[in-house]
C-alpha cells in the first residue's frame, strides 16, 4: 500500500485525468449554485426595497382606501421577497449536496489509484 508522502511524490497520480475531472465539475457546479444564490439574494432585497417603498408613500389623511392599498401591494412583495430567500436556500443547500457527493465520488477515485 502507497504511503500519502508516496503519493504526494507521484506526479503522474496528481495529474491523472479522473481527479482532474472531477475538480472540474466540483468547481463549475459550485460555481453555477453560487451564482445562482446571489441572484435569488439580490432579487429578495429588489422586493424588500419595495416594500420599503410602498409602506413609505404618502397618503393623505383619511383616505383608507390607499393606506390599505400600498399595505396589500407591501404585503405581496414582502411575501415575494421570502420565497426568493427560500430559493437562495435552496441554492445553498445543492452546493453543499454536490460538494460531499463530488468528494466522495474524489474519495473513491483516490482508493483506486492507491491501490495500483
Known amino acids: 500500500m502507497m504511503g500519502f508522502k508516496d503519493f504526494m511524490d507521484n506526479e503522474d ?10 475538480r472540474l465539475v466540483r468547481k463549475g457546479l459550485g460555481l453555477l449554485y453560487s451564482r445562482q444564490s446571489k441572484t435569488f439574494g439580490d432579487k429578495s432585497v429588489q422586493h424588500f426595497n419595495r416594500v420599503k417603498q410602498e409602506l413609505s408613500k404618502p397618503v393623505p389623511e383619511g383616505d383608507l382606501d390607499k393606506r390599505l392599498d400600498n399595505l396589500e401591494k407591501g404585503f405581496i412583495e414582502l411575501s415575494e421577497g421570502m420565497v426568493q430567500l427560500r430559493n437562495q436556500i435552496g441554492s445553498l443547500v445543492s452546493m453543499v449536496n454536490i460538494s460531499i457527493l463530488l468528494s466522495e465520488r474524489t474519495d473513491q477515485q483516490m482508493k483506486r489509484l492507491k491501490k495500483s
Open 13 to 22: 497520480l496528481l495529474h491523472d485525468e479522473d481527479l482532474q475531472e472531477g
